[in-house]
T-cell receptor, first 113, second 112 residues
Framework: DAGVTQSPTHLIKTRGQQVTLRCSPK?????VSWYQQALGQGPQFIFQ???????QRGNFPDRFSGHQFPNYSSELNVNALLLGDSALYLC????????????FGSGTQLSVL | AQSVTQLGSHVSVSEGALVLLRCNYS??????LFWYVQYPNQGLQLLLK??????LVKGINGFEAEFKKSETSFHLTKPSAHMSDAAEYFC??????????FGKGTRLSVIA
């Protein structure tokens, strides 16, 4: 079992650019959640996808958008990057929209210059 | 709204000593509580969780935590620290379906 896999592991962008991060959930999981972890902070919830729809959303601007594919994998898109978007982006998957069996990937480290 | 406060951003213990990491929560509904560990350059790994069953919860790697409603606390303990326990620890609160709300984390250092 490969667990939750994220790509790429590291990414460097400049302000104003757009970025796409990818996540493949753990086998048997159909729900994907995205979290942003700034340096020295705990993870903050961005949004959750289930049945290819955004089900819950945290306090993030519309520049942050996502998608879930029929195979349950997911993408996180961030437009018009700001320096403050530099963070570790974590993907978590679960069987259904429950927190009891949430598995996290190793994350994508995004640096915005 | 739910929130978590982790007391102490950095805790240092000697190898073999007791580990105590403090977490207080705020929740308007019966909470689910979690402790996660994060090693450098890695994601989060679930140590243990409280989901309204037994108040003393045992997790992996010898860690345990006790839910105390009267004190709104969920402190993490381990009787004897190992060097491999050095990591960042996060407490989180939720109910069954709302997103996890994390604390700012506590960095545990273990001194030989």
């Amino acid at each position: 079992d490969a667990g939750v896999t994220q790509s790429p592991t590291h990414l460097i962008k400049t302000r104003g650019q757009q970025v796409t991060l990818r996540c493949s959930p753990k086998s048997g999981h159909d729900t994907v959640s995205w979290y942003q972890q700034a340096l020295g902070q705990g993870p903050q919830f961005i949004f959750q996808y289930y049945e290819e729809e955004e089900r819950q959303r945290g306090n993030f601007p519309d520049r942050f958008s996502g998608h879930q594919f029929p195979n349950y994998s997911s993408e996180l898109n961030v437009n018009a990057l700001l320096l403050g978007d530099s963070a570790l982006y974590l993907c978590a998957s679960s069987p259904g929209a429950t927190n009891e069996k949430l598995f996290f990937g190793s994350g994508t480290q995004l640096s915005v210059l | 709204a739910q929130s978590v406060t982790q007391l102490g951003s950095h805790v240092s213990v000697s190898e073999g000593a007791l580990v105590l990491l403090r977490c207080n929560y705020s929740s308007s509904v019966p909470p689910y509580l979690f402790w996660y560990v994060q090693y450098p350059n890695q994601g989060l790994q679930l140590l243990l969780k409280y989901t309204s069953a037994a108040t003393l919860v045992k997790g992996i790697n010898g860690f345990e935590a006790e839910f105390k409603k009267s004190e709104t606390s969920f402190h993490l303990t381990k009787p004897s620290a190992h060097m491999s326990d050095a990591a960042e620890y996060f407490c989180a609160v939720s109910d069954r379906r709302t997103p996890l709300v994390f604390g700012k984390g506590t960095r545990l250092s273990v001194i030989a």
